[in-house]
T-cell receptor, first 115, second 115 residues
Framework: GDSVTQMEGPVTLSEEAFLTINCTYTATGYPSLFWYVQYPGEGLQLLLKATKADDKGSNKGFEATYRKETTSFHLEKGSVQVSDSAVYFCALTGDSGAGSYQLTFGKGTKLSVIP | NAGVTQTPKFRILKIGQSMTLQCTQDMNHNYMYWYRQDPGMGLKLIYYSVGAGITDKGEVPNGYNVSRSTTEDFPLRLELAAPSQTSVYFC??????????????FGPGTRLTVT
């Protein structure tokens, strides 16, 4: 079945540092890829997405590129802020059948940004 | 536009008690989902629905039941609460677009403790 593997946390960075959270996936065909963010005490919010190979999703300074050759969708931000402290989830949906609407999540990476 | 709402926000149950977690969405989405989030484990799909009157099991359905009598509502029922059901429960919804099923929108969650 489909699966998502993302780097273990927690990750602690100083403000204005560069962020990379690695995410790789296993799926047949051409899945859609997502990054969700969960701020403390809240539900998940979609951060960005990419639906086909070489697409780049971007939002709020975060970027991720859909790399089919390496089955990866790494999240990056050039300069993190304290307000970026949250848990980040990589996820995918398959390209057909029931898998096309069921999200498969990674375990999440907790990011803490210190001033 | 309220999006996805869930009630209650918190609940403590005794072993063997039953309860219903409520979920409502006002976006006229066809697809709705229930997930549970255990610490460090990401989210796992309990049940989902592709429309009113249609439900199906996800990855971890045991101990739960659902119904979908309207497009807006998707309640989750716990019949005999067990400590293993202590978790945070998230409801989500999504819609089908021209390019397939779109991203999921999540509610704020219900934190359930069974003692």
């Amino acid at each position: 079945g489909d699966s998502v593997t993302q780097m273990e946390g927690p990750v602690t960075l100083s403000e204005e540092a560069f962020l990379t959270i690695n995410c790789t996936y296993t799926a047949t065909g051409y899945p859609s890829l997502f990054w969700y963010v969960q701020y403390p005490g809240e539900g998940l919010q979609l951060l960005l997405k990419a639906t086909k190979a070489d697409d780049k999703g971007s939002n709020k300074g975060f970027e991720a590129t859909y790399r089919k050759e390496t089955t990866s969708f790494h999240l990056e931000k050039g300069s993190v802020q304290v307000s970026d402290s949250a848990v980040y989830f990589c996820a995918l949906t398959g390209d057909s059948g029931a898998g096309s609407y069921q999200l498969t999540f990674g375990k999440g990476t907790k990011l803490s940004v210190i001033p | 536009n309220a999006g996805v709402t869930q009630t209650p926000k918190f609940r403590i149950l005794k072993i063997g008690q039953s309860m219903t977690l409520q979920c409502t969405q006002d976006m006229n989405h066809n697809y709705m989902y229930w997930y549970r989030q255990d610490p460090g484990m990401g989210l796992k799909l309990i049940y989902y629905s592709v429309g009113a009157g249609i439900t199906d099991k996800g990855e971890v359905p045991n101990g739960y039941n659902v119904s979908r009598s309207t497009t807006e509502d998707f309640p989750l029922r716990l019949e005999l609460a067990a400590p293993s059901q202590t978790s945070v429960y998230f409801c989500a919804s999504s819609q089908r677009g021209l390019a397939g099923v779109r991203e999921q929108y999540f509610g704020p969650g219900t934190r359930l403790t069974v003692t």
